[in-house]
């Protein structure tokens, strides 16, 4: 298909059933719609910006679209194998392919780019129906207009080789829109290292969403976080020591290392399967309505089990849920340590899904001033020792009366 860039932003362009369509030079859409269906689109750089609601749109239902870092000169102020998207729609469904060899950039923070009229509308963008994109490094900030990123659908990802960047803080106009980001139905967002700020920054992660970052995941400045039932959160840092805003968790959270305080209200922490021990550097609370997930497969702390180390104040009034799994099970005399550091509160154990061979019990005892708990013999219950009195009569006889 042959379009000249001019004709391609002045009207609909229709990219049918195995289309192909290569622009090395850029494609930028403006005022204008593409519509491509498992179709493959090649270029080096894709704008799509408006100035007028939805009046810039790229969907795609399946095929693939490749935007490479191929250096051909420096083409509308963007660098080759970027998308940037400014008050447009960004849609792709049904398995499409998206493959960003640079970065993606939603929303406008420098003033001296924007010329009237004023974007003042969102920037919206769906990945959904398993399809995904994979980009360097994802920047979104709500610019004047508001900023929306949609992941959902089993299988559908945004997959960031580097740093995912969301921030309502950098842009100083006074009607800066919000970021609002959602990640759910089995959805996921990746990155090396992910950051929320600003108090107009809003992300969600439910209904078997998965948020993911190799290193950290820094909520700051006011950022609102929500991990809702059944979203999970993982990371090796989660850092919440840069004055941060709101965080809800009622899914599952997954974290080598907590910098600040966390208060956890709701929710699940697990240990993941890499196990390990979870370090807090301050003060953690467990709300009653919270737990923590112990599964056990052996006796190393750190390699067959999680355990948490706090090096400020544990306030535990959640239920710490205790799991044999993998075939455990566990012999007279073996020790759990579960906790490291200071610990208060009103807790309660799990055990049963840590069911122990007959003439067992677990001792509990200690574990507030140690961390531990330990397999010990059962103490006979009372029936049981009325039956011994019955059955050896010499040992029960008193004094006779005479």
Same mark, same amino acid.
């Given at each position: ?8 932003? $002045? ?19 403006? *005022? ?31 095929? #693939? ?12 102020? @963007? ?5 940037s998207v400014r008050g447009g ?19 406008e923070t420098n003033l001296s ?6 974007? *003042?509308?969102? @920037? ?5 129906? !398993? @399809?995904? =994109? ?11 207009? +508001? ?7 089993? +299988? ?8 995912v960047f969301f921030d309502t803080?950098? %842009? ?12 759910? +139905? ?12 600003? !108090?107009?920054? %809003? ?11 190799? $290193?950290?995941?820094?909520?700051? /400045? ?8 059944? !979203? ?16 809800? =968790? ?20 697990? %240990?993941?399967?890499? =196990? ?14 919270? #737990? ?49 550091? $200071?610990?208060?509160? +009103?807790?309660?154990?799990?055990? /049963? ?37 019955? =059955? ?5 006889? !008193?004094?006779?009366?005479?």
């Open positions: 298909m042959d379009e000249s860039l001019s004709a391609f932003c $002045q009207r609909e362009v229709v990219l049918s059933n195995n289309s192909y369509w290569s622009n090395s030079d850029g494609i930028d859409i403006e *005022n204008g719609r593409v519509t491509a269906t498992n179709s493959t689109i090649e270029t080096e750089i894709l704008n799509v910006n408006a100035d007028e609601r939805f009046s810039a749109c790229f969907e795609m239902s399946g095929g #693939s679209l490749v935007v490479a870092e191929n250096p051909s000169g420096n083409y509308s102020g @963007s660098s080759p194998g970027s998308l729609k960004f849609h792709v469904t049904n398995d499409a392919i998206v493959d960003l060899q640079a970065t993606f950039s939603v929303g780019n924007i010329t009237a009229p004023i974007p *003042n509308e969102l @920037s919206d963008i769906k990945i959904s129906g !398993g @399809s995904k =994109l994979k980009a360097n490094s994802l920047n979104v900030e709500a610019g004047v207009g +508001d900023s929306r990123i949609t992941v959902t659908g089993a +299988d559908s990802a945004i997959n960031v080789t580097a740093t803080d950098s %842009f100083v106009f006074p009607t800066a829109g919000e970021i609002g980001v959602e990640v759910l +139905d089995g959805a996921s967002l990746t990155g090396e290292s992910i950051f929320l700020a600003g !108090g107009a920054t %809003f992300v969600q992660v439910a209904e078997n969403g998965y948020l993911a970052a190799d $290193q950290f995941v820094t909520v700051a /400045s006011g950022a609102n976080l929500e991990i809702g039932v059944d !979203g999970s959160l993982r990371a090796s840092v989660l850092d919440l020591s840069l004055s941060p805003g709101e965080i809800e =968790l009622s899914g599952r959270l997954d974290i080598d290392e907590v910098k600040g305080s966390l208060d956890q209200l709701g929710g699940v922490l697990e %240990f993941g399967q890499n =196990l390990g021990v979870t370090v807090f550097e301050n003060d953690y609370e467990l709300g009653d309505a919270a #737990s923590i997930e112990f599964d056990i497969h052996g006796l190393l702390r750190g390699e067959d089990y999680g355990s948490v180390s706090i090096l400020g104040l544990a306030e535990l009034d959640g239920v710490l849920d205790i799991n044999f799994v993998s075939g455990f099970n566990a012999n007279l005399g073996d020790t759990f340590q579960l906790f490291e550091g $200071q610990i208060m509160g +009103d807790y309660t154990f799990d055990f /049963s899904d840590a069911l122990l061979n007959k003439g067992l019990a677990f001792d509990t005892s200690e574990f507030d001033k140690t961390g531990f708990i330990a397999v010990v013999s059962a103490i006979p219950e009372p029936n049981s020792a009325a039956a011994i009195c019955f =059955l050896l009569p010499f040992l029960c006889v !008193g004094r006779r009366r005479i």
